[in-house]
């Protein structure tokens, strides 16, 4: 008897619920643009995204269940299906994607800007193909392995679920914590009325301190947890008290590759901000593109493995013997046209840079990279899952490939192969968390995947257009978008295809990567933390605090564990309301209304007030996330007893 057999879903096969809906279906596409957006915005600014899928359910739950009165856990379970591809697409996007803008923006490249049908089309080809190799793998992973393979994301959604109430009842932190990070936004960005960064200088010191003054990343920090986020507080430390001032002492009146001036020079005109953008960040770079490295050869034997057992397992498996509901999903006839169609598209459309060769790479990595993803995020979990490794193994490899090959728009061709894997590694790790939360629940596979489809169709059209506004306001790789992973493939693509690289500086920051992992840290926290801003890894660090200290509240493990979730939650809105925001603050900046609603300066110009304000503004932050997590809990608990 299979395992199928054995475990009962909480909706048997047998009985049939709404689940498919208009409703479902619509609030879906609202959380996948939303998420989409949201997590594209804070990926090109911290570095890394969040999953949408918890929050996406207790949103669905709360709507359909709060406010229309429906009791269908299924379809809830569609809604955040569709959602929390969003925020897969995006993670899968902000990885590469930018490096085609950095070099749209560099006149000595002389490369045209990618067409806005270019980036909708490479998300939305990567996403498909992310969930039309994922679906074979369905039964061997999601079934047949049930009780091997944990899937902690998947199973923590279908518990949101399952809950009911409590889904409701967060819904309202969820929706808290957007509006409140959406005013603290429009407040610092948009009116200006406040600084997002407050900073200390020592005199005579060439380092600088500070912390930025935003919801979405003390969130990050809070979500991550302590640990994370003191290694990226370290790696922020190490490269700005540490190495900017090293640099400026021992540089002094050298000149030092990519610069074309003096070390003096430029600090004298920039200060440490300087310093960072010219030199720390190739460091930085570096560290991240030798973490992923390390990260991947650690991994290398269960990646094998898990190849292995996953192809041996789909083969083992007869797809036509149960067509249960619960059994019933997208026909191999349909998927392997559907591949097939794609793969063509990605060959033939004149607007993706992509020769027969880079198809063939697609096709090949993809399917290797979506069974490792599939099966990783299974026991390790997205957030463990190595998609940057992943995606620096394929371009060490292709632009190779296209090099040797003599294919045309080397460089180009290989960011574009990449960016479609990284985007079939996210969304392929992504569809299988959802099928394991609709296996739990009873959803019909099927439908799952079809919505799947609806989440990454939505969400390629927002993404692109997204990536367009914030490239043309701030440009990838400034201080407001510093886009770490893509800063690391583009060097890595540089140095292969071009070998113009400061490789002093790079080598310098692999050295610090490999230092730090026979310490026994993990790399690629550390690496982000060198690579991004002090004053950014600063507030990632405060939003850890926070969270060690509800951790060690003496109280019960239950109440704890309710605490923690319920600051998740709000977390989660944070960030949604912060980069809806930052999206909208970036089209209005494209229209000029910025300078109107712009009081930076008309408050106080003093740099002691303005010091003050920030600080404020950063407790305020910190206050309003107690008030959602530890004092609401509080504020429940009297009220029950009295």
């Given at each position: 008897?299979?395992?199928?057999?054995k475990f009962?879903?909480?909706?048997p096969?047998g009985?049939?619920?709404?689940?498919?809906?208009?409703t479902?279906v619509?609030?879906?596409?609202?959380l996948?643009?939303?998420?989409g957006?949201?997590n594209?915005y804070?990926g090109?600014?911290?570095?890394m995204?969040?999953?949408a899928?918890?929050?996406?359910?207790?949103?669905s739950m709360?709507?359909?269940?709060g406010?229309?009165?429906?009791?269908s856990?299924?379809?809830?379970?569609i809604s955040?299906t569709?959602?929390?591809?969003?925020?897969s697409?995006?993670?899968g996007a902000?990885?590469?994607?930018?490096?085609?803008f950095i070099?749209a923006n560099?006149?000595?490249?002389?490369?045209?800007s990618p067409?806005?049908?270019?980036i909708?089309?490479?998300?939305?080809?990567g996403?498909?193909?992310?969930i039309?190799f994922?679906?074979p793998?369905?039964?061997?992973?999601?079934?047949?392995?049930?009780?091997?393979?944990p899937?902690p994301?998947?199973t923590?959604?279908?518990e949101?679920l399952?809950a009911?109430e409590?889904g409701?009842k967060?819904?309202?932190?969820?929706f808290a914590?957007m509006g409140?990070?959406?005013?603290?936004?429009?407040?610092i960005?948009?009116?200006k009325a406040?600084?997002?960064?407050i900073s200390v200088k020592?005199?005579?010191?060439?380092?600088?301190?500070g912390?930025q003054?935003?919801?979405a990343?003390l969130?990050?920090?809070?979500?991550?947890g302590?640990?994370?986020?003191s290694y990226?507080?370290?790696?922020?430390?190490?490269s700005?008290?540490v190495?900017?001032p090293?640099?400026?002492l021992?540089?002094?009146?050298?000149v030092?590759?990519p610069?074309t001036?003096a070390?003096s020079a430029?600090?004298?005109?920039?200060?440490a901000?300087a310093i960072w953008?010219?030199y720390?960040?190739?460091i930085?770079?570096?560290?991240?593109a030798?973490?992923?490295?390390?990260?991947?050869?650690k991994?290398?034997?269960?990646?094998?493995?898990?190849f292995?057992?996953?192809?041996k397992s789909?083969l083992g498996?007869?797809r036509t013997?149960?067509k249960?509901r619960t059994s019933?999903?997208?026909s191999?006839?349909?998927?392997?046209i559907?591949?097939a169609v794609i793969?063509?598209?990605?060959?033939?459309?004149p607007?993706i840079?992509?020769?027969?060769v880079?198809?063939?790479?697609?096709?090949?990595f993809g399917f290797?990279?979506a069974t490792?993803?599939s099966r990783m995020?299974?026991?390790v979990g997205?957030?463990?899952n190595?998609v940057?490794?992943?995606a620096i193994a394929?371009?060490?490899?292709t632009t190779v490939?296209?090099k040797?090959t003599?294919?045309?728009?080397?460089?180009t061709?290989?960011?574009?192969i990449?960016?479609?894997?990284?985007?079939?590694?996210?969304?392929?790790g992504?569809?299988?968390?959802?099928?394991?939360?609709g296996y739990?629940?009873?959803?019909?596979?099927k439908?799952?995947?079809?919505?799947e489809?609806?989440?990454?169709?939505?969400s390629?059209?927002t993404i692109g257009g997204?990536?367009?506004l914030?490239?043309?306001?701030?440009?990838?790789?400034?201080?407001?978008?510093?886009a770490p992973?893509a800063?690391?493939?583009k060097?890595?693509?540089?140095?292969?295809a071009?070998n113009n690289?400061p490789?002093g500086?790079i080598?310098?920051?692999?050295?610090?990567?490999?230092v730090v992992?026979?310490?026994?840290i993990p790399?690629l926290p550390v690496?982000?933390?060198?690579?991004l801003?002090?004053?950014?890894n600063?507030c990632?660090?405060?939003?850890g605090?926070?969270r060690l200290?509800?951790e060690?509240r003496?109280?019960s493990?239950?109440?704890?564990k309710?605490?923690i979730?319920?600051?998740?939650?709000?977390?989660?809105?944070?960030i949604?309301?912060?980069?809806?925001v930052?999206v909208?603050l970036?089209?209005?900046?494209?229209?000029?209304v910025?300078k109107?609603i712009?009081?930076?300066?008309i408050?106080?110009?003093n740099?002691?007030v303005?010091f003050?304000?920030g600080?404020?503004?950063?407790a305020?932050?910190?206050?309003f996330l107690?008030?959602?997590?530890?004092?609401?809990k509080?504020?429940?608990?009297?009220?029950?007893?009295?």
């Amino acid at each position: 008897m299979s395992d199928e057999k054995k475990f009962v879903p909480y909706i048997p096969a047998g009985k049939v619920t709404p689940e498919f809906t208009i409703t479902s279906v619509i609030m879906g596409v609202l959380l996948a643009v939303i998420f989409g957006a949201a997590n594209a915005y804070l990926g090109l600014k911290v570095g890394m995204t969040v999953s949408a899928s918890i929050p996406a359910a207790v949103i669905s739950m709360g709507i359909i269940r709060g406010i229309l009165r429906k009791n269908s856990i299924l379809e809830s379970n569609i809604s955040q299906t569709i959602g929390s591809a969003g925020e897969s697409l995006a993670a899968g996007a902000i990885f590469t994607l930018p490096v085609l803008f950095i070099w749209a923006n560099d006149p000595e490249m002389g490369m045209k800007s990618p067409s806005i049908l270019e980036i909708m089309l490479v998300t939305l080809l990567g996403g498909l193909l992310g969930i039309f190799f994922m679906v074979p793998l369905r039964n061997a992973l999601i079934v047949k392995e049930h009780r091997i393979l944990p899937y902690p994301e998947g199973t923590a959604c279908a518990e949101v679920l399952l809950a009911g109430e409590k889904g409701g009842k967060g819904a309202a932190s969820v929706f808290a914590g957007m509006g409140i990070a959406a005013a603290f936004k429009f407040i610092i960005d948009g009116v200006k009325a406040v600084p997002g960064e407050i900073s200390v200088k020592i005199k005579g010191f060439a380092g600088e301190f500070g912390a930025q003054v935003y919801p979405a990343v003390l969130s990050v920090g809070f979500i991550c947890g302590p640990r994370i986020a003191s290694y990226m507080f370290a790696g922020g430390v190490l490269s700005w008290l540490v190495i900017i001032p090293l640099i400026v002492l021992f540089g002094a009146d050298s000149v030092i590759a990519p610069a074309t001036n003096a070390v003096s020079a430029i600090y004298a005109e920039g200060g440490a901000s300087a310093i960072w953008s010219q030199y720390v960040r190739y460091i930085g770079a570096g560290a991240l593109a030798a973490g992923g490295i390390i990260s991947l050869i650690k991994t290398f034997p269960l990646i094998i493995r898990t190849f292995r057992d996953a192809v041996k397992s789909m083969l083992g498996t007869s797809r036509t013997e149960d067509k249960e509901r619960t059994s019933r999903e997208l026909s191999m006839v349909t998927v392997l046209i559907a591949i097939a169609v794609i793969t063509l598209l990605i060959w033939l459309v004149p607007v993706i840079p992509v020769s027969f060769v880079g198809a063939v790479i697609i096709v090949v990595f993809g399917f290797f990279f979506a069974t490792i993803s599939s099966r990783m995020v299974g026991l390790v979990g997205s957030s463990n899952n190595p998609v940057s490794g992943m995606a620096i193994a394929t371009l060490l490899f292709t632009t190779v490939i296209l090099k040797v090959t003599g294919s045309a728009n080397v460089m180009t061709g290989a960011i574009t192969i990449g960016a479609i894997i990284c985007i079939v590694a996210a969304i392929s790790g992504d569809t299988s968390q959802d099928l394991k939360t609709g296996y739990i629940l009873g959803a019909t596979p099927k439908k799952q995947q079809i919505a799947e489809i609806i989440g990454v169709c939505a969400s390629s059209l927002t993404i692109g257009g997204t990536l367009f506004l914030l490239d043309k306001v701030w440009g990838f790789g400034s201080q407001e978008i510093a886009a770490p992973q893509a800063g690391v493939m583009k060097i890595v693509v540089e140095g292969i295809a071009n070998n113009n690289l400061p490789w002093g500086l790079i080598i310098f920051g692999a050295v610090i990567a490999v230092v730090v992992e026979i310490i026994g840290i993990p790399v690629l926290p550390v690496a982000i933390g060198i690579y991004l801003p002090v004053h950014l890894n600063s507030c990632i660090m405060a939003g850890g605090l926070v969270r060690l200290f509800l951790e060690k509240r003496k109280v019960s493990a239950e109440k704890k564990k309710n605490i923690i979730n319920d600051g998740i939650l709000y977390c989660s809105g944070m960030i949604a309301g912060e980069g809806l925001v930052g999206v909208l603050l970036a089209f209005l900046t494209l229209l000029g209304v910025n300078k109107v609603i712009d009081m930076s300066g008309i408050i106080t110009d003093n740099p002691i007030v303005t010091f003050i304000l920030g600080f404020g503004a950063l407790a305020l932050i910190i206050v309003f996330l107690l008030l959602f997590s530890v004092w609401k809990k509080q504020y429940r608990e009297s009220e029950v007893n009295e």
